[in-house]
């Protein structure tokens, strides 16, 4: 909103409502340059109707505790409550000439009501409105971000019951481990996405507490009734000590942090999408819709989305660490090194939730090569634990088995096969007189799956389970 706009929606406008709100002790502006170095408002702007909330709370208890008249309170609600209408329908633009959204909001309150706008700071510092607004912004939008985490979990779990039977290889150190199911994999993708949702959920419970009436650092000689505004915006307390509470970062810390571990999670199941999607393996294919092709090879169909955001990991590694600096040494209370806070925990957010989106439709139309799964289970002997086992359960200590098995393999190798079942009964007699003719069917990739039934395992009953618990969950 440029002031000839503004002069024509709100009349003549005076300088003292557009100067910055500590331009009182100075007898020069600031220099054009400085102020642009010194603005926030591009980054800021997304909090103006938590800025709102909060500044029509504080004057609804400022009018209450007799601070300011009745009759003003209710003009600055009313004020407050046309700019918000006006934002949202876009009859009213943001001015970026202001240092600030907090400054903006208010001097366009001051246009509209006149003298009773320059009482909404009343008994408050830029210090926690900020610190208000943060946490209101934040209370608003991880629930929307929590949700999109919960539609990728939808989406591997309706995989997973697509294929709770579709054998597919478990890999430690990338070498054949055990044979398990696409089932198995996916839900171990939907725990770690679960995990997110819970992290998230926590951080939300921690800044739950009404920072406003700390004021720059030592809260107010006026009669502010810190308890009546946390009511009135719906936080379950109030911060314990006003000088922590300005100078506190970590809830813009805590919540980077569980985008960067969420994030953590989407570049892992990209590196195995675009691994699965190579020559070799074949065990996705990724959509059309969600694949690139090369400028000078035709025959290219690249896992472009899930590279971009498992290269996207480093931006929101980076916002962390830049948050982690950027207190590392702040001397309290309130530093203007804090107002970087939101530029990171922005950009990490706005990241996230992208990628999410973008995981959650490639992978929900991606389809997949049960064939070729179920083809590495055979070779590079996965099922050797399970001949162990097999002796355990005829009486034969762990670590013997284990040699026995050791040594089956050892005979497979020699004699040029790829599977231990490969091996006649007599060769698996000379590893242990114990192993009988039933092993053979002990030792087949569905077999060793159906037998996995403890908590959590791969078997169809046990993914089932996994997947009866994460609906719930997702209820």
């Known amino acids: 909103m440029n002031t000839e706009k503004s002069q024509e929606k709100h009349g003549t406008i005076t300088d003292d409502n557009h100067k910055a709100l500590w331009s009182g002790r100075f007898a020069q502006g600031p220099d054009a340059a400085a102020v642009e170095f010194e603005t926030s408002i591009h980054v800021d702007e997304r909090m103006a109707l938590d800025d709102i909330h909060g500044s029509i709370a504080h004057a609804a208890m400022l009018g209450e505790q007799g601070i300011i008249s009745t009759e003003e309170a209710m003009q600055i609600q009313q004020g407050l409550e046309s700019i918000e209408k006006d934002l949202l329908s876009q009859k009213l633009t943001i001015d970026y000439s202001a240092e600030d959204i907090h400054s903006f909001i208010e001097a366009?309150?001051?246009?509209?009501?006149?003298?009773?706008?320059?009482?909404?700071?009343?008994?408050?510092?830029?210090?926690?409105?900020?610190?208000?607004?943060?946490?209101?912004?934040?209370?608003?939008?991880?629930?929307?971000?929590?949700?999109?985490?919960?539609?990728?979990?939808?989406?591997?779990?309706?995989?997973?019951?697509d294929h709770k039977e579709s054998l597919l290889t478990g890999y430690t150190h990338m070498q054949h481990?055990?044979?398990?199911?696409?089932?198995?994999?996916?839900?171990?993708?939907?725990?770690?996405?679960r995990r997110d949702c819970l992290r998230l959920n926590s951080s939300l419970e921690r800044i739950n507490e009404n920072p406003l009436g700390s004021g720059a650092l030592q809260g107010s000689t006026l009669p502010l009734n810190r308890e009546a505004t946390a009511q009135k915006l719906g936080f379950t307390g109030v911060t314990a000590n006003t000088l922590d509470t300005v100078s506190d970062r970590d809830y813009c810390i805590e919540f980077t942090s569980d985008f960067a571990i969420l994030q953590s999670h989407l570049s892992r199941m990209c590196e195995e999408i675009v691994l699965?999607?190579?020559?070799?393996?074949?065990?996705?294919?990724?959509?059309?819709?969600?694949?690139?092709?090369?400028?000078?090879?035709?025959?290219?169909?690249?896992?472009?989305?899930?590279?971009?955001?498992?290269?996207?990991?480093?931006?929101?590694?980076?916002?962390l660490i830049?948050?982690?600096?950027?207190?590392?040494?702040?001397?309290?209370?309130?530093?203007?090194?804090?107002?970087?806070?939101?530029?990171?925990?922005?950009?990490?957010?706005?990241?996230?939730?992208?990628?999410?989106?973008?995981?959650?439709?490639?992978?929900s139309s991606a389809k997949w090569n049960t064939e070729k799964m179920a083809a590495s289970c055979q070779g590079g002997f996965a099922n050797a634990t399970d001949l162990a086992e097999y002796l355990v359960r005829k009486g034969m200590p762990f670590r013997t088995a284990h040699?026995?098995?050791?040594?089956?393999?050892?005979?497979?190798?020699?004699?040029?096969?790829?599977?231990?079942?490969?091996?006649?009964?007599?060769?698996?007699?000379?590893?242990?007189?114990?192993?009988?003719?039933?092993?053979?069917?002990?030792?087949?990739?569905e077999e060793c799956v159906s037998q996995r039934k403890v908590t959590g395992g791969p078997s169809p009953e046990c993914t089932e389970k996994?997947?009866?618990?994460?609906?719930?969950?997702l209820t």
């Not at 699965?276 to 059309?288: G, H, K, R, V």
């Not at 996994?466 to 969950?473: A, S, T, W």
């Open 466 to 473: 996994q997947i009866k618990d994460l609906k719930v969950f």
């Open 108 to 161: 366009t309150l001051t246009d509209r009501i006149g003298e009773a706008g320059k009482k909404v700071h009343t008994g408050r510092s830029r210090n926690d409105q900020i610190a208000l607004d943060e946490r209101l912004y934040l209370r608003r939008v991880i629930p929307l971000l929590i949700d999109e985490v919960k539609t990728a979990i939808a989406a591997l779990v309706k995989i997973a019951e």
């Open 322 to 363: 830049n948050l982690l600096t950027m207190v590392k040494g702040l001397p309290l209370a309130y530093d203007r090194d804090l107002q970087e806070d939101k530029e990171p925990l922005f950009d990490a957010l706005d990241t996230v939730e992208a990628n999410l989106k973008v995981f959650t439709a490639m992978i």
């Open 276 to 319: 699965w999607s190579t020559t070799e393996f074949s065990f996705i294919d990724l959509s059309e819709k969600w694949s690139t092709g090369s400028s000078i090879m035709p025959q290219k169909k690249n896992p472009d989305f899930a590279e971009l955001i498992r290269g996207r990991t480093g931006k929101v590694y980076g916002d």
């Open 177 to 193: 481990a055990q044979p398990g199911t696409l089932a198995q994999h996916m839900l171990a993708w939907a725990q770690m996405l």
């Open 403 to 445: 040699t026995v098995a050791a040594k089956a393999v050892r005979s497979a190798i020699d004699s040029g096969l790829s599977r231990i079942e490969d091996l006649s009964l007599d060769k698996l007699k000379e590893c242990s007189p114990l192993i009988e003719e039933d092993i053979f069917s002990k030792l087949s990739a």
